[in-house]
């Protein structure tokens, strides 16, 4: 059995899944920052509420995107070896100060986050999940770093037949990355407006007696969407012409990726003007009485999941058979392992994910729809949490 | 610089074992510590872990994170020549590190599946860990290039296979003493009865372990015997110490980093070898020094926030759970 197809299969899976979650955690915890931002510094029970509602959600969210992430960091040893031993002096950088600085810190501050609540100094515990935002688009940054380095080699040069580093500023300044980081932050941003929008929708179309409450969340989830989308047509766009320069044939003749990415700038332009309708509706409290709008926002929270996918299926199904584009082949840089094996783990990864992630899901709109109030059971127990 | 980035990633893992392990101890022991209709109860016990789980967890994501940006050429032999172990370990990880933080989310929900994927997500955990370090001891089923044998059995051999069982009596030992110092105070006595009954299986783990390794083994370094003497050393006083947790607790933690330990020594310099005489160096594992420089920039000052914001929570929430205690987990 050829191991390459189900390695890549795996990896994809993997990865997709990794970022479906990610997604909405570095957009969500930047609009739970902004909340507590005010709670603190004007005081006031609504912020404060806020804060819990929709961390909880954040925090039920975040478990799923660390444990993803762990099988993915593992996979580059496990599957693609070759990767490693060719442009590992130069990759392997990147990916390490990302686990150091990025993915280490944001748990930890998380946990003192979590716990700190009501025990800390407000405005320490608000530092620290400022922090836990910082660190986690640091994150990003440094992913994004590590990718845009795949898909245009810079900064390095060949040395008996592996890559070594010639400037590690250079890998910051890669075209394949100064206009898809702001695309990805754009996308992020987009998914966790449009998931706060969706959630508040629901609860107004059940007629909520929340209606403060959700009032402000539907504001809040609906500018973001705006800037977020702004963000994400804009810096998408922008990529043509770098892309053009690194990569001139990718969207030439190719329906593998001619598809996802009609698809992604319609779903793109849609969001936008959905937003922006959104947005004006605001003016008087339009929106809490257009209910066929209100409607749309439910399934509406999918939308930049999908486009999300497709947006990665564009970037990586565009550079095959390359892995680093140019210089190494993804044929090349799979493991010795067999295909059996492979294949073996590809099941167990990808039942064991689709049923942590079907739970994740489920447990997300159960909480979601219970909305902020607490309920008694949780009360009989010890000081919980809260989140 | 080589063997400083050598001794970063052997501090790494080390602090991984001697933190999370207590983690896996404690999930493996949840139904044996409270009956599966006491919610309070096991909310309790995890609350126990609570504070420190998700900074104790992520040890490894750094550790694999050193050791492929310092040693991008030993981290792909090493997953690739172990991967049905470093598969069934992933498995029980993302299992186990997933269950504990949903587990508890939602106030109505059914909590017995969470609590079994717990118990037996860290079990495959150990386990692996287990199979995977003995492997790394007697050196794994590589060909004479480096690549994986296609011999998944030949991993599940019975010295690997002492060491999986041996890790999960490790572990548990580990999670009671843990228990002993932070846990709730009703389960005191259970705690104290089931320590005394895991000492033995690993005091019986702790000396086949070496006598069979010392067989099987060549060229035994001093700093490997200084290794295992620590090792010994730390049981004893968790032997002698039970009496004074606080003593037993950070004695347990060295006893558990002392595998890895002894692999990071034992495999040093040459960083990898097989039976059929394959062999890596650590100067050919290792990245080139200009990156090891750029790494190093990063990695010291986050590794001495995270030092000092570890040691912060670990004084926060050094007290028995009890009625004032933040539950989350």
Same mark, same amino acid.
């Not at chain 1, 449009?194 to 969340?217: C, M, P, Q, W």
């Not at chain 2, 080589?2 to 101890?25: E, M, N, P, Q, S």
């Not at chain 2, 493996?28 to 009956?35: I, K, Q, V």
């Not at chain 2, 730390?234 to 004074?244: E, K, Q």
């Given at each position: 059995m ?35 931002t ?5 005081g ?5 509420r ?9 925090v ?24 490693s031993?060719?442009?590992? #002096?130069? *990759?392997g +950088?990147?990916? =390490?100060?990302?686990? %150091? &600085? /990025? ?8 946990? $003192? ?21 910082l ?12 990718n845009?380095?795949?898909?245009n ?10 890559l070594?580093? #010639?400037? *590690?500023? +250079?890998?910051? =300044?890669?075209?394949? %990355? &100064? /206009? ?8 992020? $941003? ?14 107004f ?19 973001t ?12 766009f ?17 329906a ?10 319609m779903?793109?332009?849609?969001a ?35 486009a ?10 565009g550079?095959?058979?390359?892995l ?40 997300l ?23 | ?59 490894l ?46 106030p ?97 783990f ?68 097989a ?32 030092i ?22």
């Amino acid at each position: 059995m050829d191991p390459l197809p189900i390695a890549r299969l795996q990896f994809a899976t993997t990865t997709s899944l990794h970022f479906l979650f990610v997604l909405l955690t570095l957009g969500l915890v930047t609009m739970v920052a902004i909340m507590q931002t005010r709670a603190t510094i004007r005081g006031g029970e609504q912020p404060h509420r806020m804060t819990t509602f929709w961390g909880r959600l954040y925090v039920v969210n975040y478990a799923l995107g660390i444990v993803t992430g762990i099988v993915m960091e593992f996979q580059f040893g496990m599957t693609w070896t070759g990767l490693s031993a060719f442009a590992g #002096d130069v *990759f392997g +950088a990147p990916l =390490a100060i990302e686990t %150091l &600085v /990025a993915f280490f810190l944001e748990s930890t501050f998380l946990g $003192l986050w979590i716990f700190g609540r009501g025990r800390m100094n407000k405005w320490l515990h608000l530092a620290v999940l400022w922090l836990v935002t910082l660190t986690a688009y640091a994150s990003a940054l440094f992913i994004m770093v590590a990718n845009s380095f795949l898909q245009n080699p810079v900064g390095s040069r060949m040395e008996n037949g592996v890559l070594r580093l #010639d400037d *590690f500023g +250079a890998l910051f =300044a890669n075209p394949a %990355l &100064v /206009a898809s980081l702001p695309h990805v932050l754009g996308a992020a $941003l987009l998914t966790g407006g449009f998931f706060v929008t969706g959630v508040s929708a629901y609860h107004f179309l059940k007629r909520t007696n929340e209606i403060d409450f959700f009032r402000r969340s539907l504001r809040m989830g609906v500018v973001t969407s705006l800037i977020g989308s702004v963000l994400v047509v804009q810096a998408g766009f922008a990529q043509f012409a770098e892309v053009a320069g690194y990569q001139p044939d990718k969207f030439k003749g190719s329906a593998g990726v001619g598809l996802p990415l009609g698809m992604m700038i319609m779903v793109g332009f849609f969001a936008f003007f959905a937003s922006l309708i959104g947005t004006l509706l605001l003016f008087r409290d339009l929106l809490l009485r257009a209910r066929p709008v209100l409607f749309l926002m439910v399934p509406g929270i999918a939308v930049p999941f999908v486009a999300a996918i497709l947006g990665w299926l564009v970037r990586e199904i565009g550079r095959q058979p390359w892995l680093v584009w140019g210089k190494l082949r993804t044929a090349d840089a799979v493991a010795d392992v067999s295909g059996g094996q492979i294949l073996f783990s590809f099941t167990a990864f990808t039942l064991l994910f689709v049923v942590l992630a079907i739970a994740d899901w489920v447990l997300l709109a159960r909480i979601a729809k219970r909305g902020p109030a607490v309920a008694t059971a949780e009360t009989e127990l010890p000081v919980l949490s809260g989140v | 610089m080589v063997t400083i980035w050598w001794g970063v990633l052997g501090l790494l893992l080390g602090g991984y074992f001697a933190l999370a392990g207590y983690d896996y101890g404690v999930g493996m022991l949840l139904p044996a510590l409270s009956r599966s209709g006491d919610e309070a109860g096991q909310r309790r016990v995890l609350g126990a872990v609570g504070p420190f789980f998700l900074a104790n967890e992520v040890w490894l994501v750094a550790a694999v994170g050193v050791l492929f940006g310092a040693f991008p050429h030993l981290e792909g032999r090493v997953f690739a020549g172990a991967y049905v172990l470093v598969v069934l370990l992933l498995l029980g990880l993302v299992t186990f590190s997933a269950a504990v933080q949903l587990r508890s989310r939602h106030p109505e929900g059914n909590r017995r599946g969470w609590t079994f994927a717990i118990t037996a997500g860290a079990l495959v955990t150990a386990v692996s860990w287990g199979l995977f370090l003995g492997n790394l001891v007697r050196g794994l089923p590589l060909d004479a290039q480096g690549r994986p044998a296609d011999d998944v059995l030949a991993l599940f051999n019975p010295y690997a296979v002492l060491w999986g069982l041996g890790f999960v009596a490790l572990f548990c030992l580990q999670g009671l003493v843990f228990l002993a110092v932070r846990g709730p105070v009703e389960i005191a006595g259970r705690v104290r009865r089931l320590t005394r009954s895991f000492l033995a299986p690993v005091g019986v783990f702790l000396v086949v372990a070496t006598i069979w390794g010392a067989f099987s083994v060549s060229d035994v370094s001093w700093a490997a015997l200084a290794v295992v003497a620590i090792g010994f050393a730390a049981y004893s006083t968790v032997l002698f110490g039970l009496r004074r947790p606080r003593l037993a607790l950070p004695a347990v933690m060295l006893l558990s980093a002392c595998p890895a330990l002894l692999v990071g020594v034992l495999r040093f310099p040459v960083v990898l070898s097989a039976p059929t005489g394959y062999q890596l160096t650590v100067d050919q594992a290792a990245t080139t020094p200009d990156m090891a420089a750029v790494i190093g920039w990063f990695a010291a000052p986050a590794l001495l926030v995270l030092i000092a914001v570890q040691w912060l929570t670990w004084r926060a929430h050094r007290r028995p759970v009890d009625e004032k205690s933040l539950l989350h987990f």
